[in-house]
């Protein structure tokens, strides 16, 4: 694959109107000869006008079967040909309209089984979908139709059978909204029975890889949402198998290549059950949300190692995600030029390691040990793709411990441990000085809210000030590029000179959900002032008055043909379910009944559909577990800031309480006074107060006396 290949622009070609677009993948495809439109009146208009059906493409920047489809179909003539003479072409970048995305997967999903990107689906010309899929192959393979194939067929079928497929979309469109529809389907939470959580975990035991981890079979994602409600299965019930199912899937997660052992951070998914080989294109959402889940891990059981993995993590994001200006972005490559030959591109080229390379950046002093400990093998330790990139290359994964390698080399394991490190640090410098894969440098404010809520939880968990800094960082950016304080506006993402697009769900949620971890870290009461004021506008824009629930979009467009809420978790978890989490934090945090009651009611709206399937919709049990608990509430007495406040702070976080509430006792000069006020007696610093079912506890004013009094009011204790 040519570097023109990979970012699919032939600049000898007249660019089509995707040029103007500010979207990296847009712009990606701005010189392809298929006549793309980016979805908009204009392309509905000439639909209609010329009463062709839309193609619609569903893609992002850093997807590498996006680049794949597009190199063996978009750039081919005789296939732009075909789309351009029978349908009007639109392509869709689905992090710049999540909303676009989630309608027409919904219907792929449902009509094929499965679903993914590139998302390929053909609409009649007022939007209704009446077929799609996810990559075509250029020519027959595995049973599956060739792409020109079926673009001819689809072209004769609308001319043939015009009427037929209009009244198939009819009956499509109301399968969609009926399946939008909550209101006949709400089922009250006091009815939903305490085995939810019980069958959820049935299940996931089922599916659970007791040998390697994780659920299922190949391909093996991260799925830090059920991780999460494993750990408060354990939490609430002390359920060992729980908390141990969680625990080994990441130590197995960490050891496979799935971990960038040189780098930091995350790839997308694993493509084998062993998590050896990924793919290799990283997220900044699978950085969040997997930090916050190590660190977890860190608290329940005392293992350092999954504190490394977190700092390694968020290294990884403030090397190569972050903005100048405090924003991160979105997303790094699968692809990248090949070291010794940069006219070519392929997937993993950046990560891969030929056996002579290892030896002569480490010499015969590191290579042995480093080869061993990393799985290098002279021949390579992974096949090689179709086109023979990987053919003698090497994925690092830790292959044996650095015990065993001690043990096998005769050698002090302090020794080991500081030769790995500077083998590691030799193999980092040296991939440094290869062509990096290219980055997605939109800037989400969804994702980004999801990094506030990991740098303020590693602040609190890891006692970090510079994480803490981060946070603040992150917020401060989305609040001076990303919000209107004028119009109480907040945008969706930022790049270039796109015009604003306005927040979803997600945006609103997941940035309330960070602001929400960044107070209990800061206790800076105009960091819950702003959560409020979110709070307020999302329930304005977002919230359903008839059926209960929000909606994932706003109702801007009038060229979708359904208005949807999404309840189930995916690749993060589900929006409404963490909208629910932050109502409730909210309500508690601010004495607000109003909060508790719409959590209430947005539980009821997606009730059944928990009640059916729990076990696909954890995050939204996560939530209902909030509901029904009283969380354990500390109140700092005295200044947060000061040092004794600050030691106090130390021991609460340093345990493993994921409904904790930590709040200040009087707001700051300017604030808007919802935070709840205490009497301190004067006669020390600072104290802390901790109010558990109920009952308000007598205060602590020392670490020893608080830690005393959490080991005797928590059960189960931490596994260390």
């Not at 993948?25 to 701005?30: D, S």
């Not at 209101?183 to 009250?188: H, N, Y």
């Not at 709840?676 to 308000?696: D, P, Q």
Request: charged share 20%.
């Amino acid at each position: 694959m040519t570097k023109a290949e990979h970012s699919q622009s032939d600049t000898s070609r007249s660019p089509n109107r995707l040029i103007r677009e500010s979207s990296p993948y847009l712009r990606q495809h701005a010189h392809n000869p298929v006549n793309w439109l980016p979805w908009g009146p204009q392309a509905f208009e000439i639909a209609r006008r010329e009463d062709k059906p839309i193609f619609l493409s569903i893609g992002y920047a850093t997807c590498h079967w996006c680049h794949v489809m597009a190199r063996e179909s978009f750039e081919d003539p005789a296939t732009a040909d075909l789309l351009n003479r029978f349908f009007v072409p639109v392509k869709v970048d689905r992090e710049e309209r999540p909303d676009v995305d989630e309608t027409y997967m919904m219907y792929v999903q449902s009509t094929t089984g499965h679903g993914g990107w590139p998302l390929n689906v053909w609409l009649t010309p007022d939007g209704r979908p009446f077929l799609g899929g996810t990559y075509f192959p250029p020519t027959e393979q595995g049973g599956a139709p060739a792409f020109k194939t079926v673009v001819r067929r689809v072209a004769d079928l609308w001319h043939e059978r015009h009427d037929d497929i209009l009244s198939a979309a009819e009956e499509i469109h109301l399968h969609l909204r009926a399946a939008a529809d909550l209101s006949r389907r709400s089922s009250p939470p006091t009815s939903m029975e305490d085995n939810l959580s019980a069958r959820a975990f049935d299940s996931l035991k089922a599916l659970y890889d007791d040998q390697e981890g994780g659920f299922g079979d190949a391909p093996k994602f991260p799925q830090p949402a059920v991780l999460d409600f494993l750990f408060l299965q354990y939490y609430r019930t002390d359920n060992k198998g729980a908390v141990n199912m969680a625990l080994h899937t990441l130590r197995a997660m960490a050891r496979g290549g799935l971990y960038d052992h040189l780098g930091g951070g995350f790839h997308r998914y694993a493509t084998d059950r062993q998590w050896r080989v990924p793919h290799f294109e990283k997220m900044l959402y699978d950085q969040a949300l997997l930090a916050c889940t190590y660190l977890d891990a860190f608290k329940i059981s005392g293992d350092a190692s999954f504190a490394d993995v977190a700092r390694g993590i968020l290294a990884y994001v403030e090397q190569n995600l972050m903005s100048a200006d405090g924003g991160c972005f979105s997303a790094e490559d699968a692809d990248s030029p090949l070291p010794g030959n940069p006219a070519v591109l392929a997937e993993g080229a950046f990560y891969l390691w030929a056996c002579d390379e290892v030896q002569r950046h480490l010499g015969p002093a590191l290579a042995p040990l480093f080869m061993v400990v990393y799985g290098v093998e002279r021949s390579g330790n992974v096949a090689h793709d179709a086109s023979g990139h990987f053919r003698r290359q090497n994925i690092l994964f830790l292959a044996h411990t650095a015990e065993q390698a001690a043990a096998h080399f005769r050698l002090p394991i302090e020794e080991v441990q500081k030769a790995l490190h500077q083998a590691r640090a030799n193999l980092f410098a040296a991939r440094r000085r290869r062509p990096p894969p290219a980055k997605d440098t939109k800037v989400l404010t969804s994702w980004n809210g999801l990094m506030i809520s990991a740098f303020a939880r590693a602040a609190m968990t890891l006692d970090s000030q510079p994480f803490l800094d981060r946070a603040r960082q992150i917020a401060q950016h989305l609040r001076t590029r990303l919000w209107s304080p004028t119009g109480h506006i907040l945008y969706h993402c930022l790049h270039g000179e796109q015009p604003p697009i306005p927040a979803f769900l997600s945006d609103y949620a997941f940035l309330v959900g960070g602001l929400l971890d960044l107070y209990e870290a800061s206790l800076d009461p105009n960091v819950l002032d702003w959560a409020v004021v979110l709070q307020k506008e999302q329930d304005t824009r977002l919230w359903d008055p008839a059926a209960g629930g929000y909606f994932s979009a706003g109702n801007e467009d009038p060229f979708l043909p359904v208005r949807l809420k999404s309840a189930y978790d995916g690749a993060v978890p589900s929006d409404n379910a963490v909208a629910a989490m932050n109502l409730i934090r909210l309500g508690r945090l601010t004495d607000s009944t109003d909060h508790i009651e719409r959590a209430e009611r947005l539980l009821k709206a997606f009730g059944a559909d928990l009640q059916a399937h729990p076990q696909a919709m954890v995050s939204m049990l996560c939530a209902l577990d909030r509901l029904r608990h009283e969380p354990p509430l500390f109140t700092i007495l005295g200044k947060p800031e000061s040092p004794a406040a600050q030691a106090l702070l130390r021991v609460v976080h340093e345990r493993f309480m994921p409904d904790k509430l930590v709040m200040r006792t009087t707001p700051l000069p300017g604030s808007s006074g919802l935070h709840k006020a205490a009497n301190a007696t004067g006669s020390v610093e600072a104290e802390i107060h901790l109010c558990l079912h109920g009952i308000c506890l007598p205060p602590c004013a020392s670490p020893a006396a608080l830690r005393a009094l959490l080991n005797t009011s928590f059960t189960p204790p931490p596994l260390h």
